[in-house]
């Protein structure tokens, strides 16, 4: 799906599942960017099974004691430095910072709950940027 995407010359921001490599690369991530209270992100490049390149990926680790509702997943739980943290994907073509690419995908969310915009696995469009849950 990507490939296509990519090929159509489309910007996007995927939400992406956590295989065991994207675990195993996020647990070795060392430069963790703080952006809100509790929030921090973190890109870097990989390439998942059944991907011809390497794509960015752009994570957001979310402290769950200071935001219980936050959404993501405990990779970690067994770890006590880690067992506070919730992680969310994102994997994106787009040249902008970590901070608005996760922004831009939360705000696709909203969009696409209040507005019903939601097609397929498309949840949103954006002009010429999708944000697709995957």
């Not at 992680?87 to 608005?100: C, G, I, P, R």
């Amino acid at each position: 799906m990507l490939t296509k995407i990519e090929g159509e010359q489309i910007d996007y921001i995927v939400a992406t599942k956590m295989n065991k490599g994207l675990v195993r690369r996020i647990f070795e991530q060392k430069a963790w960017f703080p952006q809100d209270d509790g929030y921090w992100t973190s890109s870097f490049q990989y390439k998942a099974h059944g991907w011809d390149a390497p794509r960015r990926v752009v994570v957001v680790r979310k402290d769950a004691r200071k935001h219980p509702s936050t959404g993501g997943k405990l990779l970690f739980p067994e770890i006590e430095e880690f067992e506070k943290y919730k992680y969310a994907a994102f994997v994106t073509n787009m040249d902008l910072s970590d901070e608005l690419i996760w922004q831009l995908y939360t705000i696709s969310g909203l969009i696409a709950r209040t507005e019903s915009v939601s097609c397929g696995t498309i949840t949103a469009s954006m002009g010429s940027v999708w944000m697709i849950s995957m």
